[in-house]
């Protein structure tokens, strides 16, 4: 009695002493708070706000406890310097730290005991270092960015002691060493930037065959003696970058069919290039200034999908200009210093979408064609055996032209239309007879002229646009108008960059109120170095064709694309108006684009135009699970056919490996069970791994897509969050057939019922009765059903998995493939997540174990 007495005076006095501490000197010393504190204060940070626990600072990442500091984004805050012992090596907890576009100089000595990273970026700052062997502590990294930076010497070969590492990025460093031996135990590598250092030497035995999961590599700009046989054995590689390197001997075994990118310029490759299997994914091919020999039209009719073609300064064989009308979908090709001979044929106009051509330094002989190009904004005709006039009044109507280069020909220059005077500069002592060989500096002024010229048809089609809109109100904006279909085909036809624009599809249309399209910025945020604008989204999409729409979501219409450089995207424009201002929308945004998990589609940018938000993803390539599961068309189906003179017609292959998936691919319980679980990771990441929780409030069988590999990926999480809280209940609520019933009332109407995890738990049961019984939510036929006045699928299983039949329902495609037990567990664990009471339901995270448990049966 007498102890206890003791002891609970002891424990007092020591709880007010430790709460009379914490009040005097908030932060305590040894917390993270503190170091955290401490890192930024002696970092020279004056924007960054501390105040409250520090878990709720802007940018800080806690565990589930809000005990531990497990993330830190502290990326463009003016940090500068190096960081001292005692800060940030002391978040022994720490997983994510994100030190971006600061300007540190230096890491501390105990910065390499953070063991539990998962992911570490320090790129764009001022490091210069040896980077140690330690850095091999870190077994658990997936992700190490250490680009724009000083780091120099050798990279250790300790590398290979992090097995978990998927990305990594050493571009613009210093570093001199030889690729080590080490990067082989990494088996799990994805993508790969080592470029632009002075990496040199052999690559190690077995590179090739290491990373059997490596989509994107970059080794460009370093002196690194390869051979095309390194990269036989990456079978996912999509990127090969390996530019300006010492890289010799056969090109002809790095094509395979994957392959989208393909840079291998400024190197020794030999080979006769009709031996190169491109493959039909190829979109970007730079083979120039390697010595490459052959004739190059025979074989490239198979690639219809590209639109970057670099051939220059090679070996090849004296070669007509022909054939050229199969690579349709180009827009940039280069064929300087190809030995082509003949004439330049009018075949050339065929190819609609080149921006830029470039023949120069060949032997063409004849007359310049009449060009109809009008997209061209680059021409290089110089150096060749040209003769006759130039068309400068067919080079006048090219809209986009910026510039031309005609020297060293034997052409002439006679009906300029320029003034006498800029004639007699520009070609003194010629005036009567047609100078031989164009003047550059006189076409630079033509450019000018030209410039104007273009000016005013702007113009011009502004004022018609302008009066467009004020008749198009006068006549009542919610009814659709001819005037603007009109603006539309007029907009394409002229290829005017400044907007407003506007855009049809058959349920909607939009209007992205941009003046001039190419100054509004498109972030990608794995690129920021690329400077994307809404003019490359509008080639991207073919002006927003309706031949690249994928669907119409509740959001708004979704475009497919491809940016400059082979990025693959689907582009979704979020119509429905925001109350978020444009600051807080790109906030985000950017945050979404954080948010990084297996089984998310990945954000991979955005544009404000205007008052549209437009949201960038990653193209998911073998569709959504609606659409799989019920065997719809892929695409959305438009009135209009596929216009005939995009890529998209030329997407047969896609198509074959998409068709041959919906066919093949949900037929077995054992991958509709991965769905199931792929999808309900997903949501417990979103539930349960962010801070704050992210509730989808939209989840359906059309938000999940399958990519590449066929993982399952939920999309659009955290868009609702953009919209605001102004839209119509129906789009903030969930979809037809997904909507739980605590937001519908008793009549019917809706009912003002706060939105939390449990109603996304509600839609994923809907999802799973889909996978189970291959039945949609609304609108099919359930059989045996009592209550057939509103049947819905919902009702139909509940009742019937009540009165334990749950096994007549097994979708009969999957039946026999699967054990019958875990099919009917499964249905009893989406009659849990369709609970009428919200409370009633599993959190996600259980539902995980639930369905990973269903294995074991
Ligand atoms: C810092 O954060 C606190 C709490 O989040 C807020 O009240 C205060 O206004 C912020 N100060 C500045 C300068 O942003
Ligand atoms: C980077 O550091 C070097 C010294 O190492 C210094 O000369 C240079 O000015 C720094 N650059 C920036 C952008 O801070
Ligand atoms: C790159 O390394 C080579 C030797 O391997 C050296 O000769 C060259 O000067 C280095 N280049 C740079 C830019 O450091
Ligand atoms: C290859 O890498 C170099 C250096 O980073 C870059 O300049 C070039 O644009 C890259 N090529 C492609 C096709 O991305
Ligand atoms: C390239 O074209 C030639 C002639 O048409 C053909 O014999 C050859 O098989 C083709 N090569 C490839 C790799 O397709
Ligand atoms: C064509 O390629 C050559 C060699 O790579 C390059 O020097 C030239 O600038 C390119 N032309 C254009 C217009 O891009
Ligand atoms: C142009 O033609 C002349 C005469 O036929 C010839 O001497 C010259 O080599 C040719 N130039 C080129 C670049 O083909
Ligand atoms: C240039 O063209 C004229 C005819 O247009 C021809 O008489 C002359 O020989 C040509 N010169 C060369 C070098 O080819
Ligand atoms: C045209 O090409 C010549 C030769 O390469 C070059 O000197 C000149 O600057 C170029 N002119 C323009 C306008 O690009
Ligand atoms: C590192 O940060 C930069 C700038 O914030 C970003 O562009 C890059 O994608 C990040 N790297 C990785 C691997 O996430």
């Given amino acids: 009695m007498g102890f206890a007495l003791v002891s609970s005076i002891v424990v007092l006095t020591l709880f007010f002493r430790s709460n009379f501490g914490q009040q005097q000197d908030q932060p305590i010393p040894n917390t993270d708070g503190f170091f955290i504190s401490e890192f930024f204060r002696q970092m020279g940070s004056n924007i960054y706000n501390i105040s409250g626990p520090v878990c709720s600072w802007q940018g800080v990442l806690c565990d589930a406890n809000q005990e531990n500091v497990i993330g830190l984004m502290a990326s463009n805050l003016g940090l500068s310097g190096s960081i001292p012992d005692n800060t940030i090596g002391k978040l022994t907890k720490l997983q994510s730290l994100d030190l971006s576009s600061n300007q540190i100089t230096d890491l501390p000595s105990d910065f390499w005991s953070l063991g539990l990273l998962k992911s570490l970026n320090l790129s764009h700052n001022n490091i210069s270092m040896n980077l140690p062997s330690n850095i091999g502590n870190f077994g658990s990294l997936e992700r190490l960015d250490l680009s724009f930076n000083s780091f120099y010497g050798s990279l250790p070969d300790s590398i290979g002691s992090i097995s978990s590492l998927q990305v990594v990025n050493l571009g613009r460093n210093r570093f001199d060493s030889t690729v080590p031996l080490g990067i082989t135990s990494c088996h ?81 490759f030999e080979g006769h290039i009709s031996q190169l299997n491109f493959g039909s994914r190829l979109v970007y091919l730079d083979l120039s200034d390697n010595e490459i020999s052959g004739d190059f039209f025979a074989n490239l009719s198979r690639t219809r999908n590209l639109k970057h073609l670099n051939l220059a300064k090679n070996r090849f064989l004296e070669q007509r200009l022909i054939n050229v009308d199969s690579l349709r979908g180009l827009e940039y090709l280069n064929l300087s210093d190809t030995n082509l001979i003949g004439r330049v044929s009018d075949e050339i106009s065929s190819l609609t979408h080149l921006k830029t051509l470039d023949l120069s330094r060949n032997h063409l002989t004849g007359k310049i064609p009449l060009l109809s190009l009008k997209t061209l904004k680059n021409l290089d005709l110089s150096f060749n055996n040209l003769t006759g006039e130039i068309p400068i009044s067919v080079l006048k109507k090219l809209p986009w032209m910026e510039r031309f280069n005609f020297s060293y020909n034997n052409l002439t220059l006679c009906d300029s239309g320029f003034s006498l005077e800029t004639v007699q500069s520009a070609f003194i002592g010629s005036l009567n007879s047609c100078p031989i060989a164009a003047n550059p500096n006189l076409l630079k002024a033509k450019s000018h002229s030209h410039k104007g010229l273009e000016l005013a048809l702007v113009l011009t089609v502004s004022i018609v646009f302008l009066l467009g809109v004020l008749l198009f109100c006068a006549f009542g904006c919610r009814k659709k108008t ?29 209007v992205a109120d941009v003046k001039v ?33 994928l669907a119409e979501g509740r959001f708004g219409p979704v475009y497919r694309g491809f940016l400059p450089g082979g990025i693959h995207v689907a582009v979704k424009v979020l119509v429905h108006g925001s109350t978020m201002t ?8 950017e945050y979404l684009g954080r948010i990084k998990h297996p089984n998310l589609v990945p954000l991979t940018g955005y544009c404000l ?24 068309p892929l695409g959305v189906r438009t009135t209009e056919d596929w216009s005939s003179d995009t890529w998209e017609v030329d997407a047969n292959n896609d198509n074959g490996i998409q068709n041959a998936g919906s066919e093949g691919l949900l037929t077995t319980w054992q991958f509709r069970h991965k769905v199931a679980l792929g999808t309900a990771r997903a949501l417990a990441f979103l539930h349960h791994g962010c801070s704050p929780p992210i509730i989808h409030r939209d989840v ?29 209940d129906e789009i903030t609520r969930g979809s037809r057939g997904y909507i739980p019933p605590e937001f519908v009332n008793q009549d019917g109407s809706s009912s003002p019922y706060v939105i939390t995890p449990k109603s996304d738990v509600y839609g994923f049961g809907v999802i799973l009765f889909e996978l189970i019984t291959g039945k949609k939510p609304v609108d099919d036929e359930y059989p045996d059903d009592s209550f057939s006045k ?22 009969p495609k999957i039946r026999e493939t699967g054990a019958e037990g875990q099919m009917v567990e499964a249905l009893k664990i989406g009659y849990l997540c369709t609970a009428d009471l919200p409370a009633k339901r599993p959190r996600m995270q259980q539902v995980v174990g639930l369905l990973k448990d269903l294995e074991q049966l």
């Fill in 609 to 632: 135009a205007g008052e549209q938000r437009i949201a960038i993803y990653d193209y998911m390539e073998n569709g959504n699970l609606h659409n799989l599961l019920h065997d719809l």
């Fill in 700 to 728: 359906k069988a059309s938000s999940v897509y399958l990519d590449y590999n066929l993982e399952p990926r939920l999309s659009d999480f955290g868009l609702s969050k953009i919209f605001g809280n102004d839209l119509e």
């Fill in 790 to 811: 509103d049947a819905n699928l919902v009702s139909w299983v509940r009742g019937l998995v009540r009165k334990n039949r749950g096994s007549e329902i097994i979708d």
């Fill in 517 to 549: 399209a190419t100054l509004v910025p498109v972030v990608i945020f794995e690129k920021p170095l690329l400077n994307f604008t809404f003019s490359d989204l509008l080639s991207a999409t073919s002006n927003f064709d309706r031949g690249t729409l």
């Fill in 582 to 589: 444009d600051q807080e929308a790109a906030r985000e945004l």
């Fill in 188 to 268: 799990l590598l994805t993508s790969v930037d080592f470029s632009m250092n002075n990496f040199s030497g052999v690559l190690p035995d077995g590179f090739g065959s290491s990373f059997p999961n490596l989509k994107r590599l970059n080794l460009a700009g370093n002196e690194i003696i390869g051979k095309g046989s390194d990269f036989v054995k990456l079978e996912s590689l999509t990127y090969l970058n390996v530019s300006e390197n010492l890289f010799q001997g056969s090109v002809v075994e790095i094509f395979q069919e994957p392959l989208e990118v393909v840079d291998l310029s400024g190197n020794h």
């Fill in 482 to 510: 001819q005037m603007w279909v009109v603006k539309q085909d007029s907009y394409k036809e002229e290829q005017v960059m400044s907007g407003p624009f506007s855009f049809q599809t058959d349920s909607t249309t939009w």
